[in-house]
Structure formats: C-alpha cells, structure tokens
C-alpha cells in the first residue's frame, strides 16, 4: 500500500525558508522509474507544480521558482525534502508531495500541509 | 512551459446528466495528459493517465479522449460523488495543470 505524509512548520514569516518533509512508504525511491515531486495550492486555487526528483537523483524544478527551490531525498529512510527560501505571503498554501511513476503523472498524494505566511 | 487551458471554470449540471469537460493544450502533448478529481478538503485523486486509460478502482462512467492539443473528460450518468473540481495535466514536458473545473449541482 503506498502512502505519502507531508510535513512542515505550518506558518512562517516574509523572507524566511520553508523546509517540507515527504516520508512516504510502499515504494523505494532506489527502483527506476520512481520519482516524487511538490504541487501546492492556494486555498481556492489551483495546482502548481513546483520540483521533483527521481530515483536517481535527477531534479527537475518549476522554471518560475527555481532560483527559490531545492529538492533532495533520503532514499534510505523513504523521505523526500524540499526547501524554499525567502517566502512571502504568496506562498500561503497546501503543499502536496505525490509520487510519479514511470509514466510521470502523479498517481499516490499525500493528504497535504498547509502553510501559512504572515508578518 | 506549455499552458493548459480549460475552458469553463465551473458549470451546474443536473444528478444524470452526461458531463464534458474540456482542456486545451498550447502545443500537442502527444495524449500525456492526466486528469484529476478533487473534492473540498482532500488530495486531488488520479482517475485517468495518457488520455484515455482509466485508474484501477475508478467507475466506468468516467471516460477520457482526445489528441494533439485537446482532450476531454466525460462522465456518463453524474452521480452525487461527482461533484468535485476536475484538473487535466500534461506530462510530455515539465508538468503544468488545467486551472481546474467545478461541477456543482443545479
């Protein structure tokens, strides 16, 4: 059964840096093909796709973040991270992490953690 | 970036009805397009991967089509369980999302 949890602060203030946790089970990110990534939404909103990475360690990252970006895994302990710094209240949001499959949609999320930024 | 576009951001639809939803691609995405339902407060659920291949586990009644640059998801009978915001998104490049569609009902 493959589960995916996100985790994080919950609420930051302007200019600091979010740092997110994906620890998830029922796959490994040591077999090919398998890869997780972070989508977030405001609230209302729609999906954003923001970065992932692939089982071996290639990262891809939303062009319009990237300078903001930075995803990374701990394969041993099923956990996947991601950090951006310097947020504002645009990034008020839930954070979903998912995981993608050879076919490179997302086919298992976690239940998502919200975060809010305010002075 | 290749943009997806759907069109009606939301429409009131009657319990039976036959649904279509469409999304609209900037440039042919060669059917790597997933769509999504997301109820209020949960995680948006996979129901079809490369245009028209349905999810293990989702009703019948949902069924996808499409190519090149447009594509449409259709459900057949609308059921109460539904009523949910659809997503379609592209994966032949970086992946980019629909800006969803909500079902309500009249």
């Known amino acids: 059964q493959v589960t995916l949890k996100e985790s994080g602060p919950g609420i930051l203030k302007p200019s600091q840096t979010l740092s997110l946790t994906c620890s998830f089970s029922?796959?490994?990110?040591?077999?090919?093909?398998?890869?997780v990534g972070w989508i977030r939404q405001p609230s209302g909103k729609g999906l954003e796709w923001l970065a992932h990475i692939w089982w071996d360690d290639d990262k891809y990252y939303n062009p319009s973040l990237k300078s903001q970006l930075t995803i990374s895994k701990d394969t041993s302990r099923n956990q996947v991270f991601l950090k951006i710094t310097s947020v504002d209240t645009a990034d008020t949001a839930t954070y979903y992490c998912?995981?993608?499959?050879?076919?490179?949609?997302?086919?298992?999320w976690g239940q998502g953690t919200t975060l809010t930024v305010s002075s | 970036d290749i943009q997806m576009t759907q069109s009606s951001s939301s429409f009131s639809v009657s319990l039976g009805d036959r649904v279509t939803i469409t999304c609209k691609a900037s440039e042919d995405i060669y059917n790597r397009l997933a769509w999504y339902q997301q109820k209020p407060g949960n995680a948006p659920r996979l129901l079809i991967s490369g245009a028209t291949s349905l999810e293990t586990g989702v009703p019948s009644r949902f069924s996808g089509s499409g190519s090149g640059k447009d594509y449409t998801l259709s459900i057949t009978s609308l059921q109460t369980e539904d009523v949910a915001t659809y997503y379609c998104q592209q994966y032949w490049s970086t992946p980019t999302f629909g800006g969803g569609t909500k079902l309500e009902i009249k």
């Open positions: 029922g796959f490994s990110l040591s077999t090919s093909g398998m890869g």
């Open positions: 998912a995981r993608r499959a050879g076919g490179n949609f997302f086919d298992y």
